[in-house]
């Protein structure tokens, strides 16, 4: 049993910064790409930033310049340090990781979900 737990989100002004943090536990054999999505009320999860095992990543244009995104493979845990947070960041943030299990007497590589964390900026 893999689980994602997500935290770090909150209330912040606009302008200021926050930091989520996402630590992924259970049976891992290990991780592949991490992420980070965001979906606000009334729109489509989209994809923030991403991060390969070997540290590449990518940002949504919105974001780039002002989010980013790493990790701790030793924790397998990943951060979004977010800053000059602007109301329009405003959403539910997930925990998105591809992971590699060991079920029974075979090897799978699933795709995890965390719960969400909410990021309020208010103008």
């Known amino acids: 049993q893999v689980q994602l737990v997500e935290s770090g989100g909150g209330l912040v002004q606009a302008g200021g910064s926050l930091r989520l943090s996402c630590a992924a536990s259970g049976s891992i054999l290990s991780i592949n790409a991490m992420a980070w999505y965001r979906q606000a009320p009334g729109k489509q999860r989209e994809l923030v930033a991403a991060i390969t095992s070997g540290r590449n990543t990518n940002y949504e244009d919105s974001v780039k310049g002002r989010f980013t995104i790493s990790r701790d493979n030793a924790k397998n845990t990943v951060y979004l340090q977010m800053n000059s947070l602007k109301p329009e960041d405003t959403a539910v943030y997930y925990c998105?990781?591809?992971?590699?299990?060991?079920?029974?007497?075979?090897?799978?590589?699933?795709?995890?979900w965390g719960q969400g964390t909410q990021v309020t900026v208010s103008s």
């Open positions: 998105n990781a591809d992971i590699q299990v060991v079920q029974g007497i075979g090897i799978y590589e699933i795709d995890y």
